[in-house]
């Protein structure tokens, strides 16, 4: 399997890390944790977006990479873009790949288990779509907050409805969906993004839901989804049934899973 990947990386943390101290610490430990599932990969294509990073990056990401033979490593330095420039330019750089199975979008703040490539490959077994979206990331959110629990009876039992902007997916997929994916980097909010990929029919319905009982900033979260309607599509998110990805932020973060990080 050939997988293509582009990184994400700003030297900031995050609003409520997990992890305290500097953020090259933390994303040395997330980039070692990432490596260690790559050699099951025919050959991996890994594009850094380096967003005003300290030199010791770069540094540290070229000596971490270079014993891997099937990895070719790029950058994209000098870059001073926020959240919607990197992502932007996370977009143009997987479209542009060709010849690959996989693409993976990755932010800086995600570690891997350590056997991570096992719960990936399973994941992919029990996928019978050509094409899709998944992620390995399993937010408690989605036991905890009702957005995730509405209309659960319709969907596949290893799916949802959103995630963050760390997934993969197929080349179709992004195909398809580039134009939905466009429209994070000019005003739309990830999980309305989201909604517009797997389904329309739940952004409609959600969209009243939150006029009729919930809050107005929720409502007009929404809302700038319809002006979109005409990008939706319809695919499946498939999500891990435990997290094998973890997303270093207090919000989301599952507590069973404290240790795999926290030694």
């Given at each position: 399997m050939n997988l293509a990947v582009c990184l994400r990386v700003y030297p900031g943390l995050s609003k409520t890390p997990i992890l305290l101290g500097e953020k090259i610490?933390?994303?040395?430990?997330?980039?070692?944790?990432?490596?260690?599932?790559?050699?099951?990969?025919?050959?991996?294509?890994?594009?850094?977006?380096?967003?005003?990073?300290?030199?010791?990056?770069?540094?540290?990401?070229?000596t971490k990479s270079s014993v891997?033979?099937?990895?070719?490593?790029?950058?994209?330095?000098?870059f001073i873009s926020g959240n919607q420039g990197t992502f932007k330019k996370q977009l143009e750089v997987l479209s542009s790949k060709q010849g690959f199975d996989l693409f993976l979008f990755l932010e800086d703040d995600y570690f891997f288990i350590s056997n991570w490539f096992e719960f990936f490959k399973k994941?992919?077994?029990?996928?019978?779509?050509?094409?899709?979206?998944?992620?390995?990331?399993?937010?408690?959110?989605y036991e905890e907050m009702?957005?995730?629990?509405?209309?659960?009876?319709?969907?596949?039992?290893?799916?949802?409805?959103?995630?963050?902007l760390t997934f993969f997916c197929t080349p179709k997929a992004l195909v398809d969906c580039r134009k939905a994916?466009?429209?994070?980097?000019?005003?739309?909010?990830?999980?309305?993004?989201w909604l517009m990929i797997t389904d329309k029919f739940y952004l409609?319905?959600?969209?009243?839901?939150?006029?009729?009982?919930?809050?107005?900033?929720?409502f007009s979260r929404l809302y700038k989804g319809i002006r979109y309607f005409k990008w939706c599509q319809k695919y499946t998110l498939y999500v891990s049934s435990e997290s094998y990805m973890l997303h270093l932020d207090q919000r989301g973060f599952p507590e069973k899973m404290r240790t795999a990080v926290l030694k």
């Amino acid at each position: 399997m050939n997988l293509a990947v582009c990184l994400r990386v700003y030297p900031g943390l995050s609003k409520t890390p997990i992890l305290l101290g500097e953020k090259i610490e933390t994303f040395n430990l997330c980039f070692d944790s990432f490596l260690t599932g790559i050699k099951h990969f025919h050959s991996v294509d890994l594009t850094i977006i380096l967003d005003n990073c300290p030199n010791d990056f770069k540094e540290s990401i070229s000596t971490k990479s270079s014993v891997h033979k099937n990895l070719i490593l790029t950058f994209e330095d000098n870059f001073i873009s926020g959240n919607q420039g990197t992502f932007k330019k996370q977009l143009e750089v997987l479209s542009s790949k060709q010849g690959f199975d996989l693409f993976l979008f990755l932010e800086d703040d995600y570690f891997f288990i350590s056997n991570w490539f096992e719960f990936f490959k399973k994941q992919l077994n029990d996928i019978t779509q050509v094409d899709f979206f998944l992620t390995g990331f399993r937010t408690s959110d989605y036991e905890e907050m009702l957005f995730h629990k509405l209309f659960k009876e319709k969907r596949l039992s290893n799916s949802e409805l959103s995630t963050t902007l760390t997934f993969f997916c197929t080349p179709k997929a992004l195909v398809d969906c580039r134009k939905a994916f466009n429209t994070f980097v000019s005003v739309n909010f990830d999980n309305v993004l989201w909604l517009m990929i797997t389904d329309k029919f739940y952004l409609s319905r959600l969209i009243l839901i939150t006029l009729l009982f919930f809050n107005r900033r929720s409502f007009s979260r929404l809302y700038k989804g319809i002006r979109y309607f005409k990008w939706c599509q319809k695919y499946t998110l498939y999500v891990s049934s435990e997290s094998y990805m973890l997303h270093l932020d207090q919000r989301g973060f599952p507590e069973k899973m404290r240790t795999a990080v926290l030694k």
